[in-house]
């Protein structure tokens, strides 16, 4: 190919909206292939496609593993397989979550660019935390074209704001305008070739596919050993440098990027702090009783006892619970809580975007031919 023919989009919370206003305005005659991944549940289901294709004059398919790649048509990432692009071929894999997601938008940025160079045109939509920005750098590095939405035009500006701040971006345009920087990009002529992949990023594509032989091997794992273990399987993290911008990977591939890290270790302290609420008052409720029991026999010593171990616990109680809805506070008070939603596919009230997730949330017989093995994952 001598012109860019691969556009690899991800978009998180508020992405929907986002994408249905990009593809309304890609012509029909698109020399490109574009491949989406936008977070969903695991167990969900995904109509998707069908909201792109009624949207744009492009036909809007999940991605089927082992399917050639075709021009003017869009590959979405199924719910609960990373969408990995080869030379001639789309894989769907069921590899270690990134950032607690599966489908993750950077598996599918890094396969690109290491599959197709400078070919790429990297896009980052609407979106909290940082995901997405690990696999653009990915994608410059192999001369690959990076375009952002403009924060200020984001329903959710940080996963742009992310992406502008660690990677040499080429376009940061309103999603109103992305169509024709996209269209204008695939009809230039390809830049002087990038370098060949690195060990570092081939073998971050065989953690992604969950490639044993290959990762099997300490030795070869990109990064240095962190003193921070896996939320996901509790496993030693690596610490991995890209340029300015740090994240973590554990053994079996696990990926998280630091504000996702933080977040998932603050998710971790709240059912920690409920667990231990729950304890406290089960304690308090017990001594309460004991001391009842006592008190019933007429041994007033023991009963004076118990009744101080009640008041210990529910002193300790209170300064949990006092903990918790500070904490709850905060979260609805910030941008933390309508991500919760929208990151996930859950109906948030933000610019619109429940009308697009109801549509989403539509039961789908839709399912990828894969032969990877299935299983319902564990609580994100």
């Known amino acids: ?42 167990n969900g289901t995904s109509v998707l496609p069908r909201i792109l294709t009624r949207a744009g004059s492009l036909a809007a398919i999940h991605a089927v593993d082992g399917e050639p790649i075709v021009p003017g ?27 607690g997601n599966r489908p993750a938008i950077d598996p599918m940025f890094r396969s690109a660019a290491i599959a197709f160079g400078p070919r790429v045109i990297g896009v980052i939509l609407t979106g909290l935390l940082d995901d997405g920005t690990s696999g653009l750098a990915a994608i410059k590095r192999y001369g690959g074209a990076a375009v952002v939405q403009d924060p200020d035009d984001a329903v959710f500006p940080t996963m742009p704001q992310s992406a502008i701040a660690y990677v040499k971006v080429d376009h940061i345009v309103p999603i109103g305008s992305m169509a024709k920087t996209l269209t204008q990009l695939v009809a230039e002529p390809l830049p002087a070739a990038a370098e060949s992949p690195t060990l570092d990023d081939v073998m971050e594509k065989h953690y992604s596919t969950a490639d044993l032989e290959a990762i099997e091997n300490p030795q070869q794992h990109p990064g240095t050993l962190s003193s921070f273990g896996c939320p996901d399987c509790g496993g030693v993290l690596w610490q991995i440098t890209d340029g300015e911008f740090v994240r973590f990977r554990c053994r079996v591939g696990h990926a998280w990027t630091s504000e996702g890290l933080l977040q998932q270790q603050a998710d971790a302290l709240d059912d920690a702090l409920w667990t231990a609420l729950r304890a406290l008052e089960e304690s308090a409720s017990l001594s309460r009783q004991i001391a009842a029991r006592h008190r019933s026999r007429g041994v007033e010593s023991l009963a004076i006892r118990f009744d101080n171990q009640a008041e210990t616990s529910e002193s300790r109680a209170n300064v949990v619970r006092d903990s918790l809805l500070r904490g709850r506070d905060a979260e609805t008070s910030g941008p933390a809580m309508a991500d919760a939603g929208a990151h996930y596919g859950t109906p948030t009230a933000a610019a619109g975007v429940t009308e697009v997730q109801d549509d989403i949330s539509v039961a789908s017989s839709e399912r990828p031919d894969s032969s990877a093995a299935r299983r319902r994952p564990p609580a994100d």
């Open 73 to 99: 048509r869009i590959y979405v990432a199924p719910p609960g397989f990373h969408l990995i692009l080869e030379r001639d071929r789309t894989r769907l894999v069921r590899g270690p979550r990134e950032n």
């Open 1 to 42: 190919m001598s012109h860019r023919d691969i556009i690899a989009v991800g978009a998180s919370a508020g992405g929907i909206e986002a994408l249905q206003q990009l593809v309304r305005r890609l012509p029909a005659d698109l020399d490109a292939a574009v491949f989406v991944t936008v977070h969903f549940p695991e």
